[in-house]
């Protein structure tokens, strides 16, 4: 069964940096083709792409964000982590990680994690 | 970027009637195209991808067409599980881009 887990802090305050890990079950992120995204949500709004990053650890950014965006994978643990600098109110939203399946050209999201909610308040 | 613009915003539609969902895209994306619905409260779900491919488990009533700039989901027969919010994405291109959302109510 593939399933995802994000998990970190639900409040940061505005200037501090956000450390967001996704937790993987029943896929490798050392499979060839496997690929794990981060798209986050504000409240009543829509889906924004934030970053990917593939088996290979091929990368890409949102180019409004990239400044300020970091994406790793810990292979050993299956996780993914993102981190996400100099925080906003604007960047409270619900923060998603994704699973990209395996495939030529598929970039698109076939499982999703449950989502946490970040609030950037002070 | 490519800029994926949804119509209408908000769709009234009665149980069992046809529902059609556009999207389109402000520069072709071939069929590069997924939708994905969202229930209140819940996690996007994968619906179509190339355009016009069911994701595993999604009921035949859904179905998308379309390829370039111009794409429609339909669902016929809606049921009452089908109100949700539906999201188009492309993945032509950098950066992967979703439309703004179509909320499917009751009528």
């Known amino acids: 069964q593939i399933t995802l887990k994000e998990s970190g802090p639900a409040l940061v305050k505005p200037t501090q940096t956000l450390t967001l890990t996704c937790s993987l079950s029943g896929f490798s992120l050392s499979t060839r083709g496997v690929g794990v995204g981060w798209i986050r949500q504000s409240p009543g709004k829509a889906l924004e792409w934030l970053a990917i990053i593939y088996w290979d650890n091929d990368i890409y950014y949102s180019p409004s964000l990239k400044s300020r965006l970091t994406i790793t994978k810990d292979t050993s643990k299956n996780q993914v982590v993102l981190t996400m600098t100099n925080m906003d109110p604007v960047d409270t939203a619900t923060y998603y990680c994704?699973?990209?399946?395996?495939?030529?050209?598929?970039?698109?999201?076939?499982?999703w994690g449950q989502g946490t909610l970040v609030t950037v308040s002070s | 970027e490519i800029v994926m613009t949804q119509s209408p915003a908000t769709l009234s539609v009665s149980p069992g009637e046809r529902a059609t969902l556009s999207c389109r895209a402000s520069?072709?994306?071939?069929?590069?195209l997924a939708w994905y619905q969202q229930k209140l409260g819940q996690t996007p779900r994968l619906l179509i991808y190339?355009?016009?491919t069911r994701a595993t488990g999604v009921p035949a009533r859904f179905s998308g067409s379309g390829s370039g700039t111009e794409f429609t989901l339909t669902i016929t027969s809606l049921q009452s599980e089908d109100f949700a919010v539906y999201f188009c994405q492309q993945y032509n291109d950098w950066p992967l881009t979703f439309g703004g959302g179509t909320k499917v109510e009751i009528k």
């Open positions: 190339g355009a016009s």
């Open positions: 994704a699973r990209r399946p395996v495939g030529d050209y598929t970039r698109f999201f076939d499982y």
């Open positions: 520069q072709s994306v071939g069929s590069s």
